[in-house]
């Protein structure tokens, strides 16, 4: 993993050295062809990611994450569906489908200014999202040496937010196949994976009768 913090010698703490997305800047060039996936970079309050089923039931070792995390960085900022209403309300419609959840959007935390509701689902890295939970309500080993655990997550990432990787309205199907490619890279237990393989094609089924098993295993990178 890359450092993306440079020491602060006074201190012994370290200060944010990536701007805000800059690594993250869609390419402008004229030859460039369109991408598939547009991600936007942004920093967002924390306690405004709403975190729904995933694939990945199972996650350990999470104090060991952290400390890592504040030792270096977060070298892979978490995805997250950046949704209006309607699209939130359809996202929701497919997830209580696929997982047998009831979840409606009145239980979701929302933003927004002007009278304009966004929701932020996170779609990849929950792994992640504990570990950074876990700086900011435990603190990691060196702030607690240094009696500043109650401000760790701070004192490493200059600010509260937290990075992330912005997908706007993107469609549940789209978030639900790009769980499933981030599996192949950060495998989770099988039986875990087979159930969400399982009950997502019984929906993508039910939702399209023409669909077939190999373009289902090419959407979820499985084929």
Not at 36 to 47: N, R, S, V, Y
Not at 196 to 207: A, I, N, P, S, T
């Amino acid at each position: 993993m890359t450092q993306s913090h440079e020491s602060n010698s006074s201190s012994g703490l370290h200060a944010p050295s990536i701007k805000n997305g800059d690594h993250l800047r869609d390419a402008n060039t004229t030859n460039s062809p369109e991408p598939i996936h547009k991600f936007i970079g942004a920093w967002i309050p924390f306690e405004s990611i709403n975190r729904l089923e995933q694939p990945r039931v199972t996650f350990e070792e999470i104090p060991e994450l952290a400390e890592s995390i504040a030792s270096h960085g977060l070298g892979n900022p978490i995805t997250i569906a950046q949704l209006n209403e309607d699209a939130c309300k359809r996202y929701l419609e497919v997830v209580n489908k696929v997982w047998g959840t009831e979840h409606t959007i009145d239980e979701l935390f929302k933003t927004g200014t002007n009278g304009e509701k966004k929701y932020h689902l996170l779609v990849a890295g929950e792994r992640r999202f504990r570990a950074m939970d876990y700086l900011k309500k435990a603190g990691c080993e060196h702030c607690h040496e240094q009696r500043i655990a109650e401000t760790c997550y701070e004192n490493h990432f200059g600010r509260s937010e937290v990075e992330v990787r912005l997908m706007k309205n993107v469609s549940a199907r789209e978030a639900l196949n790009f769980q499933s490619a981030e599996n192949i890279h950060k495998r989770v237990p099988p039986h875990e994976d087979a159930h969400f393989l399982y009950e997502y094609w019984r929906f993508v089924k039910e939702d399209d009768p023409e669909a077939t098993l190999r373009g289902f295993a090419r959407d979820v990178s499985r084929g």
